[in-house]
């Protein structure tokens, strides 16, 4: 059983390691590479694996840690200044949709009022994973079209506790007014827990494992902020994905965010892609050859609907046409809660199987052509110089930005030289002392900078320069070595200890080098000719040529020189 399960990961794997590149050179992106995996392996095609249900279950972490990080990169500022679209824009499209959808499959298809609601109020809804996924991908969260794509997500999100109580009320005469109070009341209960646990006992939690400096017990503490505050929510009857997203927001503005981040990517990346090869093991192929023009008049017809309804409801809320229709195909497709919602609508006897099968078919199949809406959508949009911006709040920060990489002595000194100069700048350091004492200061973040996953979490590609000084050669080394292989133009300002090092760090790509040991002899021997009364234009003269001829040495890898 177990050799039968780790043999279909190892295909799952395989799968993606194939066509997500095949997908990605002919610039099709990763989403749709996942999904043709997925529909290969799966059991209408190759048959490969046919545990879907349990990797689905597992996959499902993916979406939950995708929120988490774009949770972290919004933080609560930004969606004060997008109140308006999360309640205004997301639930007029929510009430229009559950509307029109349900009017047409009761007065129309004939089918029964409860089947008609749940109908209705299930296609409503779009995929926060695929669209959220395709925004992040792209850098385009906080554009024009984005802004308001994350707005109506979130509040389709924050629709699910009247949903989830809909289905029951639905099947059973239970009390409209109790039910929903209930459900109410148990979800502003665990919110407000959630909320004043991680204002008053996040930071004072991180700061305390930080000090271990135990790497391994920060990730434990990362993943388990997250699966703890998702659990939370989920009792709360909200989803999983919403209490991720909420526990990011509780930590956007904490010192510790980028080694967080950090530390999640490497799990976000692998089950996010995992979900998206699972969506595409889901598709019921029997199904889609057996009843072809039901399922896709069917899908043709959703698109249709959320597009015709999206589109005005966004020009009404300010944006151009073109940008309208755009945020309107982008959420044109049916989304993953919508799976759930029809399974316990049929488990509790309002769905018959026939429809079942058929719904759950044509929010698997829209959710596909998700990249193909994207597509169009990116082909609608206005020049990137149109967008009002362009980039996510995390690159906003860093953009232009000095990165320093240690606070120590040499990095305070510097910090306080930029502060002088008025040159931005935010700092890194894995001592959680010293960024608790500095932190009021400066812009300074948790980390260990030789892990440049901390750094790219940090925004380091949008970078002016980054200047390195850190104690240990090694470290400096490995770091310079990295960037510079990563970010060939980025200027890297480097602290030396000696000429070996400082030779080794040119070799390794840095850009200027400083060496402590000659800068300390050269102000030794300034204080000598000072006092011998040499000439201050003739100390001026030797230091410098000494100084030129020592740093030249140190760039010729063919010089041998004294420390």
């Known amino acids: 059983m177990h050799g039968s399960f780790l043999l279909e990961i190892i295909y799952l794997l395989l799968a993606a390691v194939i066509f997500v590149p095949i997908a990605q050179a002919i610039r099709l992106g990763a989403v749709p590479g996942f999904l043709l995996a997925g529909i290969l392996i799966g059991p209408g095609v190759l048959g490969l694996v046919h545990d879907v249900e349990n990797i689905a279950h597992i ?7 995708l929120l988490f990080v774009i949770g972290m990169e919004m933080k609560p500022a930004f969606l004060w200044r997008i109140r308006h679209l999360v309640f205004g824009l997301g639930s ?39 669209v959220l996924q395709i925004l992040t991908d792209k850098k385009q969260l906080t ?58 006992l996040l930071t004072p939690l991180l700061h305390r494992v930080a000090l271990s400096a135990n790497a391994e017990v920060f ?6 902020i997250v699966l703890g505050t998702a659990y939370l929510t989920e009792l709360a009857g909200l989803s999983m994905a919403m209490g991720a997203f909420l526990a990011g927001l509780l930590i956007s503005d904490s010192s510790y965010r980028h080694q967080i981040k950090a530390e999640i990517q490497p799990f976000r990346g692998l089950l996010l892609g995992a979900f998206f090869v699972a969506m595409g ?39 151009p046409w073109h940008k309208a229709l755009s945020v309107g195909l982008l959420l044109g497709q049916g989304g993953e809660f919508a799976l759930v919602l029809f399974t316990l609508a049929f488990n509790q006897s309002i769905l018959a199987q026939p429809i079942f099968d058929k719904l759950m078919l044509v929010v698997l199949v829209s959710m596909l052509v998700t990249p193909v809406l994207a597509y169009f959508a990116d082909v609608l949009k206005a020049k990137p110089q149109d967008d009002t911006d362009l980039n996510t ?54 980390g260990d900078v030789t892990q440049t996953s901390l750094l790219h979490a940090g925004g380091i590609q949008h970078a002016s320069c980054v200047i390195i000084t850190v104690n240990s050669p090694e470290d400096a080394k490995e770091l310079v070595s990295t960037l510079h292989h990563a ?18 760090l040119y070799q390794l790509g840095a850009t200027r080098v400083i060496s402590e040991n000659i800068e300390v002899s050269l102000e030794l021997s300034e204080q000598v000719l000072d006092d011998h009364g040499v000439d201050s234009l003739l100390q001026n003269q030797l230091l410098t040529a000494f100084r030129e001829n020592y740093y030249k040495k140190i760039k010729d890898p063919t010089d041998t020189i004294m420390n």
């Open 487 to 504: 970010h060939p133009s980025l200027p890297l300002y480097v602290r030396g200890h000696n000429s070996d090092t400082c030779k080794a």
């Open 143 to 200: 554009t024009d079209t984005g802004k308001p794509s994350v707005a109506i997500l979130l509040m389709q999100d924050l629709a699910v506790v009247p949903l989830l109580a809909l289905i029951p009320m639905l099947a059973a005469t239970n009390s409209v007014t109790s039910s929903v109070s209930s459900a109410f009341l148990q979800s502003i209960g665990i919110l407000v827990a959630v909320f004043l646990g991680g204002r008053y």
């Open 219 to 224: 990730t434990a503490l990362a993943v388990l």
């Open 92 to 130: 007029a499209q929510i009430l229009l949709c559950t509307a029109i959808i349900t009017s047409f499959c009761y007065f129309v298809i004939n089918l029964s009022w409860p089947t008609s609601v749940v109908i209705g109020t299930a296609l409503s809804l779009s995929s926060t994973a695929f």
């Open 393 to 446: 709040v995390e690159a906003e920060q860093s953009e232009g930005k000095v990165v320093i990489a240690g606070f120590g002595r040499v990095g305070r000194a510097v910090a306080q030289v930029l502060d002088s100069a008025n040159i931005s700048y935010m700092a890194f350091d894995k001592s959680a002392n010293i960024v608790k004492a500095y932190q009021q200061e400066h812009p300074i973040f948790f």
């Open 281 to 319: 093991m889901s598709l019921n192929i029997s199904g889609l050859i057996n009843n072809p023009g039901i399922i896709l008049f069917a899908t043709l017809g959703l698109i249709v609907v959320k597009v015709a309804v999206i589109t005005p409801l966004a020009r009404l809320f300010g944006l």
């Open 59 to 65: 996959s499902e972490f993916g979406v939950v840690l």
